[in-house]
């Protein structure tokens, strides 16, 4: 399977890390959208939020709890975004669930 995130994940390709646990690992993204972006993926190949089951609900709490958390350290107190895309018209582009974070800047509603 050729996924980015699966190479990240097994250190064949290199980010710069934010955190990194037995579950998950968050990293800024390579084409940052805000003056924060960042992503928070599993470690886990799990192909998108719409590939997802009952039994990853508690993965799905630890990926949004780290984002939080890193908002916070990040100095994001005034706000952020949070978003998860999902399949060819949700505008995902790789293949492997992630969370973006995005803050530092007014966000815009609704998005293009
Ligand atoms: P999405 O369009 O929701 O699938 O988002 C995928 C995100 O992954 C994009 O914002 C890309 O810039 C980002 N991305 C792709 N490859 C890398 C990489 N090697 N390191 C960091 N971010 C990446």
Known sequence: MDCIFCKIVSG???????????????FRDITPQAPVHFLVIPREHVESLAHTARKHSPLLGHMLAIAADLAAKEGLSEGFRTVI?????????????????L????????PG
Do not use: C, K
């Not at 290199?14 to 037995?22: A, K």
């Not at 530092?104 to 609704?110: K, V």
């Open 85 to 101: 895309n999902a399949g060819e018209q949700g505008g995902q582009t790789v293949q492997h669930l992630h969370i973006h974070v």
């Open 12 to 26: 064949e390709a290199s980010i710069h890390s934010l955190y990194q646990d037995e579950q998950v690992i968050a």
């Open 103 to 110: 803050g530092g800047r007014a966000m815009g509603w609704p």
